[in-house]
Every structure is written in C-alpha cells, then in structure tokens.
C-alpha cells in the first residue's frame, strides 16, 4: 500500500498569506490527523478528521482550520500567516480500527 | 493534564552498549503509549506499541503503570540505530500527544 501522501512538501509565504496543505491518507483509512512540528514546541496536535467530521481540535488559534473530502483526503487551512507559522507540518492516517498513526512527509511551510 | 516527559534530549552511546530511553506519562485512564523514531530525512514512523508487546529491531519497551514510565530499551545498540526517538500517549479523538523526543547517537 502507498504511505501517506502530503502536497506541496515545501512552501514559502509571506506575512498575512494563507495557504493550502493537502494530505491523502492510506487507502482505507478514515481518520487524519494533522500536527504542527517546530524546534521549540515540538509536535503538537491540529485537529483530526473522521468520515468529513472534525472529531478533536487543539489548541491553535481559529486561523487554522481543516476539512476532509468523501475519498477521505484532507486539506488543512492557515489564514493570516504569522511568522510563528513556521513549521513542518504533518499528517497521519489511522485505520478504523486501532491507534497507530501512520505518517505523511511532511510540509515545510516558511513564513517570511 | 495528560502529558509525556523524555528527559533526555540527547543520548550518546557507543556501538554494542545497551540503550535505554527514557519516558514518562501522566494520564487518568488506561494508557495506550507508543514509541515513534525518525531517521535522518525520514518521516516519522512507528516503533512499537505497547499492546502488542512486541520486539521491533530489537527495541522492547514494557509499560509499568506503578512509575508512570514506558522505557525503550535495546541490549546492543548499533549505528543505524541513530535517530531521534519520540515516546507519545494517545488521548480520545485522534490526538497523540508527543513528549519532546530524544536524540540517540550511537558512535563506531
């Protein structure tokens, strides 16, 4: 089976952009998460999506926002970039069954 | 509050000593508690879980509810073993919360 996919895998914006990522889980998988990965924080959980329904949501501000699609493909959405914005972002795809997250690349996303 | 703590952030060994990498958890409930490794230009990916109770690239790592820990552990450690290793808890709705990770570097 193919891994998970993200698009694009590098990305620079500027200030007050907003941006696109896309993330195609392993085929049959139902659940992505995604989650933001930077030198200070480390990794920390987005929001997650099941069946185009947002199950769990963390601790970023409303500027971050995410959807998923019927084929179980998901997108999330940063508005306004800061430059705090910064990061590796990634996605994960569980099965239906189970825990295990399987990861995606990554996107590094560059906010000058 | 749920959370995961490695207090190690990098940890040096030499090729052939035993490795031991250090995680613990505070969580009111059953813990489920895997161990995630990402090699050099890699993506993230899993290790061990702790349900299954199995030996991955001769890594073990036994959940002790008693001292909150998930140790990883390996007897002999080699140079592929380099990497930076991350102990994360799952919590409901899909959320894995990740401690800080810990850079093992083992030398010739």
């Known amino acids: 089976k193919a891994g998970v996919t993200q698009t694009p895998r590098y990305l620079i914006k500027t200030r007050g952009q907003q941006v696109t990522l896309s993330c195609s889980p392993i085929?049959?998988?139902?659940?992505v998460s995604w989650y933001q990965q930077t030198p200070g924080q480390g990794l920390q959980f987005l929001f997650e999506y099941f069946s185009e329904t947002q199950r769990n949501k963390g601790n970023f501000p409303g500027r971050f926002s995410g959807r998923q699609f019927s084929n179980s493909r998901s997108e999330m959405n940063v508005s306004t970039l800061e430059l705090g914005d910064s990061a590796l972002y990634l996605c994960?795809?569980?099965?239906?069954?189970?825990?295990?997250?399987?990861f995606g690349p990554g996107t590094r996303l560059t906010v000058l | 509050a749920q959370r995961v703590t490695q207090p190690e952030k990098l940890l040096s060994v030499f090729k052939g000593a035993p490795v031991e990498l250090k995680c613990n958890y505070s969580?009111?409930?059953?813990?489920?508690l895997f161990w995630y490794v990402q090699y050099s230009r890699q993506r993230l990916q899993l290790l061990l879980r702790h349900i299954s109770r199995e030996s991955i690239k001769g890594f073990t790592a036994d959940l002790n509810k008693g001292e909150t820990s998930f140790h990883l552990k390996k007897p002999f450690a080699q140079e592929e073993d380099s990497a930076m290793y991350y102990c994360?808890?799952?919590?409901?709705?899909?959320?894995?919360?990740f401690g800080q990770g810990t850079e093992l570097s083992v030398k010739p």
């Open positions: 994360a808890l799952y919590n409901q709705g899909g959320k894995l919360i």
């Open positions: 994960a795809s569980t099965r239906t069954y189970g825990n295990e997250q399987f």
């Open positions: 969580y009111s409930g059953s813990p489920e």
């Open positions: 085929s049959g998988h139902r659940s």
